[in-house]
T-cell receptor
Framework: DGGITQSPKYLFRKEGQNVTLSCEQN?????MYWYRQDPGQGLRLIYY???????QKGDIAEGYSVSREKKESFPLTVTSAQKNPTAFYLC??????????????FGDGTRLSIL | GEDVEQSLFLSVREGDSSVINCTYT??????LYWYKQEPGAGLQLLTY?????DMKQDQRLTVLLNKKDKHLSLRIADTQTGDSAIYFC?????????????FGAGTRLAVHP
């Protein structure tokens, strides 16, 4: 079945450590996104990518990095510079980021906690 | 400005209708979306409406859009316990060459017998 797979489901980070969250999609979508969700808040955009080898900062990119070497994959690294990384991270994709009426489809998320 | 607001909580009896409301500020919104999130899961797209439409119906779901007042609502008919979840409203606006989604904080729907 087509969809978006995020792994791992739960992740723990030690102080000073970088961790990478995986996001893979087999929907043949050009655009991919990373969001952060905190309790009682809406989703906030971290990074997005409209096409392979290109990505742009979202509203809260500080302390995060991404790469887009393959169309199917958009990993997110939470660096040690992100001082408050505990959150639920959601990956999404859409046919094209610049096309109207193309909804974003979401993975099941990764919950990141600090040890 | 970019802002989407929703009430945080709604409680309904099983079998009744639920109405979840949302207001947004950006009049240039092209599409408006409703997503459902169950505990520990991602967001599931429920339905969406183009900004020049007033209403869209999809089985038990009815979306009403009042563009003048920038008000969107989602009505769930015959609400079931399986409808208990958080519902997010989102507007799509053009930003930096792509269609950006602005999400509300979500409305937690509790369905009781």
């Amino acid at each position: 079945d087509g969809g978006i797979t995020q792994s791992p489901k739960y992740l723990f980070r030690k102080e000073g450590q970088n961790v990478t969250l995986s996001c893979e999609q087999n929907l043949n979508h050009d655009a991919m996104y990373w969001y952060r969700q905190d309790p009682g808040q809406g989703l906030r955009l971290i990074y997005y990518s409209q096409i392979v080898n290109d990505f742009q900062k979202g509203d809260i990119a500080e302390g995060y990095s991404v790469s887009r070497e393959k169309k199917e994959s958009f990993p997110l690294t939470v660096t040690s510079a992100q001082k408050n990384p505990t959150a639920f991270y959601l990956c999404a994709s859409s046919i094209g980021a610049g096309r109207d009426g193309q909804p974003q489809h979401f993975g099941d998320g990764t919950r990141l906690s600090i040890l | 400005g970019e802002d989407v607001e929703q009430s945080l909580f709604l409680s309904v009896r099983e079998g009744d209708s639920s109405v979840i409301n949302c207001t947004y500020t950006d009049s240039s919104s092209t599409y408006l979306y409703w997503y459902k999130q169950e505990p520990g899961a991602g967001l599931q797209l429920l339905t969406y409406i183009f900004s020049n439409m007033d209403m869209k119906q999809d089985q038990r779901l009815t979306v009403l859009l009042n563009k003048k007042d920038k008000h969107l609502s989602l009505r769930i008919a015959d609400t079931q316990t399986g409808d208990s979840a958080i519902y997010f409203c989102a507007e799509s606006i053009r930003s930096g060459g792509y269609n950006k989604l602005i999400f509300g904080a979500g409305t937690r729907l509790a369905v009781h017998p």
